[in-house]
């Protein structure tokens, strides 16, 4: 069953529908909110945030929208919204699961079949850890973007019906990022 007809059936009361609407996107969902806050505690909050105003928002849904550029468009107003309200910067903390890659169903693998050195795996945590600090002092719409671009593979299209911008703003938000990441990881 497509996501836009389980969004059909939620607007009609279906728990099992909302049941497997949240199994089938929370992991990207929280992902996405954790990478843009550095907080997982923080991220999960937020993740039943925005699963709740799914549920509630399910009759205001319009099937002519994507289901996951509606949702990430939530997403994207509640992480904007709690980082307003914070008034200090997480600390982006270094895990396993952003190690990890998507394929092209968006399904979790780990890294290569080959397993890596003890000193492959500190250095790839420390380059990451690097990564995400940098990412942290980004702009917040320079970071969402190049979250949304590089990380859940979401195309300026999309991107600009999330951030509800243009889509030369998209590019001109990925080139600053760029530009401003170039400065704060040098090489």
């Not at 990890?100 to 945590?125: G, K, M, V, W, Y």
């Not at 671009?149 to 001109?172: H, K, M, T």
Request: proline fraction near 2%; glycine fraction near 2%.
């Amino acid at each position: 069953m497509s996501d836009e007809e389980l969004m059909s059936r939620i607007a009609q009361g279906d728990e099992q529908a909302f049941e497997i609407i949240v199994h089938r996107h929370q992991r990207r969902v929280l992902n996405l909110i954790y990478r843009f806050i550095g907080d997982r505690i923080q991220a999960e909050d937020v993740a039943q945030e925005v699963f709740l105003r799914v549920w509630r928002s399910a009759k205001d849904y319009k099937v002519d929208a994507k289901f996951t550029t509606w949702v990430y468009r939530i997403v994207a107003n509640f992480c904007l919204d709690t980082l307003k309200s914070a008034y200090h910067k997480q600390s982006f903390v270094y895990r396993d699961d952003i190690c990890e890659r998507t394929d092209e169903n968006n399904e979790r693998s780990s890294f290569a079949d080959s397993t890596p050195s003890s000193e492959d795996i500190l250095i790839a945590a420390e380059e990451s850890s690097r990564i995400f600090a940098a990412l942290q002092e980004l702009p917040t719409n320079q970071r969402l973007a190049v979250i949304l671009n590089r990380f859940d593979g979401l195309s300026y299209d999309e991107i600009s019906s999330v951030l509800e911008c243009s889509i030369s703003a998209v590019e001109s938000l990925l080139v600053r990022a760029k530009k401003n990441l170039r400065k704060k990881l040098p090489r």
